[in-house]
């Protein structure tokens, strides 16, 4: 039961004493909660003192004569009144509340695009299963892991593809990465420039302080009609931090089997200098991964770098229901003041 402004009488129910009802509280003061057991210990050991000083007269009656009477037990209803009075302002004291917090967070956020390679070199096989799926489940737990970012994603072989603009809908993000295949641009090789334009010309309008692009790719620059550096110093041109991720390794890679059940091996070659040059002038990082473990250390380290500055604002409504027992504490004081100047507290019993 919740107290009201409508409903005076409230604090009358014996709701406000059932079990669930206290333990759904929480107490600013729990110290004063310790104190209760504390009371009905002090009348015992008050009881105990004046039994043992009391003054006993010798009364010349017959045995049958001595008869309890059960209105003899009057006399405890005015101590019992003053002990439960204290022990409910033991529980007032204690400040039982209920409270409703909100929180309210926000960040500028960052804008990031993803710029990702699916040129057939992605097929091969030094990443399980390969490259591309690898760099798949990658990208989806970095997208999971932002927080009012804008991320728009860039795809690329001999073309570029804008897949998807700036956008904070992670969903339909993830559902992009999830599509991602060879088949997506029929053009063969690797438009590393292009990609950078394209993903560029995307930031281009954006507002936000910051802004990142995300270059994955494993191969040299040998399409599109744009230069990789020229691209990069365009990008920087227009406020844009570059991180470039070499991908996979040099040398004979597997792909594949041949009839017989044996791995094939092609040979792979990567443009390792222009990539790092590209992150020089986009004064990001460069990296290189040589296996699925370095590339999610990379993302991963991308991610803690690239992290905007959350603020939150706390709303706390706290509601205080500690007259529900003082008020019962002030009646059963007064039921004993009461009682005190009564009959009932000078009824004698042997």
């Not at 009488?9 to 759904?24: C, H, M, Q």
């Not at 302080?209 to 270059?215: G, H, R, Y």
């Not at 791995?263 to 992150?279: F, K, Q």
Request: include cysteine; glycine fraction near 6%; proline fraction near 4%.
């Amino acid at each position: 039961m919740l107290k009201t402004a409508t409903d005076p009488w409230s604090w009358l129910s014996g709701e406000w004493f059932r079990p669930e009802t206290l333990r759904s509280f929480e107490w600013e003061n729990p110290w004063m909660l310790y104190l209760i057991p504390v009371i009905p210990l002090l009348y015992l050991l008050r009881y105990l003192f004046r039994l043992g000083r009391r003054q006993k007269l010798d009364v010349a009656l017959h045995e049958g004569q001595l008869k309890w009477d059960p209105v003899s037990l009057l006399r405890f209803i005015p101590p019992l009144l003053f002990a439960l009075s204290l022990m409910l302002m033991c529980v007032a004291l204690a400040r039982p509340q209920r409270s409703n917090e909100q929180v309210e967070q926000w960040t500028e956020g960052i804008d990031i695009m993803l710029v990702l390679d699916i040129s057939e070199s992605m097929r091969l096989e030094d990443f399980k299963p390969n490259r591309l799926e690898a760099a798949k489940e990658v990208a989806r737990e970095f997208i999971e892991g932002r927080f009012q970012d804008r991320i728009g994603m860039v795809v690329f072989s001999g073309e570029a593809y804008s897949l998807a603009p700036l956008t904070t809908d992670y969903q339909l993000l993830l559902e992009y990465v999830e599509e991602l295949d060879f088949s997506l641009i029929q053009v063969g090789g690797t438009a590393i420039g292009s990609a950078l334009a394209v993903g560029t010309n995307r930031m281009r309008e954006s507002e936000s302080k910051s802004k990142v692009i995300i270059l994955l790719s494993d191969g040299e620059n040998n399409a599109g009609n744009i230069d990789p550096i020229t691209a990069a110093k365009l990008a920087h041109a227009h406020g844009a931090k570059i991180h470039s991720i070499a991908v996979g390794k040099e040398g004979k890679v597997p792909f594949g089997r041949d009839m017989f059940g044996n791995i094939n091996y092609v040979e792979n070659e990567l443009d390792e200098t222009t990539l790092r040059e590209i992150a020089k002038i986009g004064e990001g990082n460069f990296y290189r991964a040589s296996d699925r473990q370095a590339l999610e250390n990379i993302f991963e380290e991308i991610d803690q770098l690239e992290k905007a500055e959350i603020r939150e604002t706390r709303f706390k409504d706290i509601s205080d229901f500690y007259d529900i027992y003082l008020s019962w504490a002030i009646v059963l004081l007064i039921g004993w003041l009461f009682l005190k100047g009564t009959f009932i507290s000078n009824i004698l019993s042997d």
